[in-house]
């Protein structure tokens, strides 16, 4: 088993930055990504790494503007958000999964989080 607890949620300006943290404890050997869900809208890919930190995958939306990075030691993945858009807004939820790879789609997540708001105000 694997609980994930998700953190750094909030409010911010468009423009503006935020950094999502995700504790994992457990079984802890898994890779790690995140994924969000605006209202009235589907639970969409956002990001993933692999265990060893080598291998990220970004859904085209965020690239260039989020990034995903661990701590092993910590068991925490980190997502920093920057130039923040509105349509950013959405809960978003850590997720783990076997591979980085297999985290780009829902049907490859293992365990959620509960998921933090993130709001984007124009």
């Known amino acids: 088993q694997v609980q994930l607890v998700e953190s750094g949620g909030g409010l911010v300006q468009a423009g503006g930055s935020l950094r999502l943290s995700c504790a994992a404890s457990?079984?802890?050997?898994?890779?790690m990504g995140w994924f969000r869900q605006a209202p009235g809208k589907e639970r969409e890919f956002v990001t993933s790494i692999s265990v060893s930190g080598g291998t990220t995958f970004y859904a085209d939306s965020v690239k260039g503007r989020f990034t995903i990075s661990g701590d092993n030691a910590r068991s925490t993945v980190y997502l920093q958000m920057n130039s923040l858009k509105p349509e950013d807004t959405a809960v978003y939820y850590c997720?783990?999964?076997?591979?980085?790879?297999?985290?780009?789609?829902?049907?490859?997540?293992?365990?959620w989080g509960q998921g933090t708001q993130v709001t984007v105000s124009p």
């Open positions: 457990g079984r802890t050997r898994y890779a």
């Open positions: 997720a783990a999964g076997t591979t980085s790879a297999v985290l780009r789609t829902k049907s490859g997540v293992a365990y």
